[in-house]
């Protein structure tokens, strides 16, 4: 793998990075401002578990963004990520009805679902 073509790899899954350390957080902080503006209404009242699934929601949000940094990492250090040419043509390739295109366009995808199951259950808590 060239320089270029892994420096590539990396500003290609940036973003995924970005997302998963700034997006995630900030969904958690909505989360808790969604609670509390429901625990505002008055005939709504949270029980104990819901208190403590809103305190773990920080910690299992921060797991979530490892998670997602992990398969990332692990992505573009041990695996091969076509460039964006190279999976243009293979869409092109499916939509003109090559079955070879689309079954590695379907294990590209499958590729980072199980990335991510793998990494989702390393940092999967147990409480």
Known sequence: MTAFSANAAWRKHLALVVLALVLLPIMAIA???GYAALSALPTVRFTGD???????????????????VLAVFFNNTFTWEPGRHVERAWHDAALAGDRNARWLLLRNDLRWL?????????FWMAR
């Open 31 to 33: 989360a808790s401002w």
């Open 50 to 68: 819901q208190i403590e699934a809103l305190a773990w929601l920080p910690v299992i949000t921060c797991y979530a963004a490892a998670a997602v």
């Open 114 to 122: 199980a990335l991510l199951i793998l990494s989702g259950a390393f």
